[in-house]
């Protein structure tokens, strides 16, 4: 046979299907449904993470992947799913997954005036006639021509298809939703104000808040890691993805995990469907585009040129099938390959285009999106920070999960102490705690100027004896595993942190040069997600991330771009000039410059405090 059964046991339960004899596991267990899984490098073999217990006829081991995986742990059946081929019929545990991680899902409440730019009119149609052979189609056009502000009075497929049970229930009156300046559907005459859904795609996590178009109040919220992250941690590793499989994969994991947030939104508000007006969808430009099923591959090379960056509406049939017909889904603009949505939302939400001092927007996730200005000029650009900063190329580093080292700080006795989430067992060091180890080790001298970590004969004679004896050839030992094995912060998760904080650090030299200030000229700096929501600032200050002179000028901001795609849902004002802020924003590529490369190059040194 050319096919092998796989079975796949998570939290108890058996999930049976068949795969291709020859077929790479990974792959394989791509195909179900609601797949969980973490794989950063995107199957390349070389994160290590794709742990998984594997129990049947598989290909043995190579020397690589036994690199990865120690021989008490090959005894037991553990395996990279990446660097397995099937090749009977197989049962699959996974050993690693991301439930109950902490996802950033606050951000600034609505002030402003709730004038949502959904609202809905009745029209009474004079009864058909002999004499008057016009449609009902007609008939309501010609109505909706004669009122101010609908520029367009063309009915679209879905509406029309219930009228004639709507003119039947009412005789000749018809309620008519608009978004904006286009009609959109009928509504029964009970509907009420409705509700949106603003929904932020991340590469990393997805969050859905359910705003109330009558109050402007979030109603409810749901989260959840996004199901591409088997396919990479970062979207260059999502875009080579699609090389291999094309975009329906990675468009069928989000759009079904979409979906059902979506559907969980409503059924736990206890609201018909037709009380839902419309979703927001903000996300990067890659994460845009694979939402879309556009191929996103020109983003990751040069001129990096995106397919699509303007503001769009779809009926949700195109891209959300288990959804009514009749929800407009509104994708909000990008304003380059790598400065997307969620930037331009972030920008609404934080108000940078309305001051008259220049203000800085930073959101470090995968990537690193800078923007600054003010009301007469905003400048952005895009570094390539890497996935550092949440884990990803970290040895050990894992996401915002249970029994993450979310804090790494040494105690007035001198010995390291650490803090995870939820107060379990170590498992892994995430964002926050990675940015304050290598803050402690920077601050003790154990990292010198240059990246290198100094073996224990190197180090300052000062030196806290903890740190001094927990330093050997293999790295740093942080802190023992749940399962018993070592957690290392090594030489190259030292230079991974080098990388990604060299090139924030010289992004935001680049945008005041470009921008024409110097730092002190900043009123405010805005850190963006669960970046500005979880890191000790001083140890980001501390290992030269963010300038010391911003200190005090620094505000955690929350989600910015999910509040930016409810602020679209609430204000009829930013639903119209949500277009004209991105097209308003100069963009800086800084592939070609030489001048980052130089700021770069500078900022790869350490400055021990």
Known sequence: MNTVLLTLLREGIEEVRRVPRGGNLLESLQGFDDF????????????????????????????????????????????????????????????????????????????????????????????????????????????LSDIPGISSPVLPLHLLARLPEELAETGNSVKIALLADTPWTVLSREAGEGYGIAVDIGTTTV?????????????????????????????????????????????????????????????????????????????????????????????????FIPVFTGMRIESSAILLPRLPITVPLILLPSISGFIGADIVAGMLATGIREGAKPSMLIDIGTNGELVLGNRSRVVSCSTAAGPAFEGATISCGVGGIPGAINRVYTSPEGELRLTTIADEDPLGICGSGIIDLAAVLVTAG?????????????????????????????????????????LYFTPKDVREVQLAKAAVAAGIEVLLDEYGIHVEGIDRVYLAGGFGSYINIESAVAIGLLPESLLENITAAGNT??????????????????????????????SASMSFQEKFVEQMFFSRA
């Open 36 to 143: 969980d899984f973490d794989a950063p490098c995107g199957g390349k073999g070389t994160c290590g993470k794709c742990r998984v217990l594997v129990d049947g006829e598989v290909s043995p081991p190579e020397e690589h992947e036994k690199r990865f995986l120690s021989p008490l742990a090959l005894e037991k059946g553990e395996r990279l799913a990446c660097m397995v081929t099937m090749e009977g019929d197989s049962l699959v545990t996974p050993l690693f997954t991301s439930s109950g991680a902490v996802i950033v899902s606050d951000h600034a409440v609505y002030e402003g005036a709730v004038d949502p730019p959904f609202r809905s009119i009745t029209i009474d149609l004079a009864p058909s006639s002999l004499e008057d052979q016009r449609s009902d189609a007609e008939r309501i056009s010609s109505v």
């Open 446 to 486: 154990a990292v010198d100027e240059t990246g290198r970590l100094l073996p224990p004969e190197e180090l300052p004679r000062e030196i806290l004896e903890d740190l001094r004896n927990r330093i050997s050839e293999e790295g740093f030992f942080i802190a023992r595993h749940r399962d018993g094995h070592d």
């Open 207 to 303: 969050v859905a808040y359910m705003v109330n178009l009558a109050t402007g109040k979030t109603e409810q919220i749901v989260s959840g890691l996004n199901r591409q992250k088997s396919w990479g941690g970062d979207v260059i590793s999502r875009v080579q993805a699609v090389n291999d499989s094309g975009c329906g994969p990675l468009q069928k994991a989000i759009t079904n995990q979409l979906s059902r947030m979506l559907y969980r939104l409503v059924e736990e508000a206890g609201i018909p469907w037709e009380d839902l007006r419309g979703v927001s969808i903000a996300g990067n430009t890659v994460m845009m585009h694979l939402f879309a099923g556009v191929d996103p591959r020109n983003i990751a090379v040069a001129p």
């Open 561 to 590: 771009a999910g509040a930016g795609a409810a602020r679209v849902l609430l204000s009829f004002r930013d639903f119209h000039h949500i277009q004209d802020l991105a097209d308003q924003v100069e963009y800086l590529e800084l």
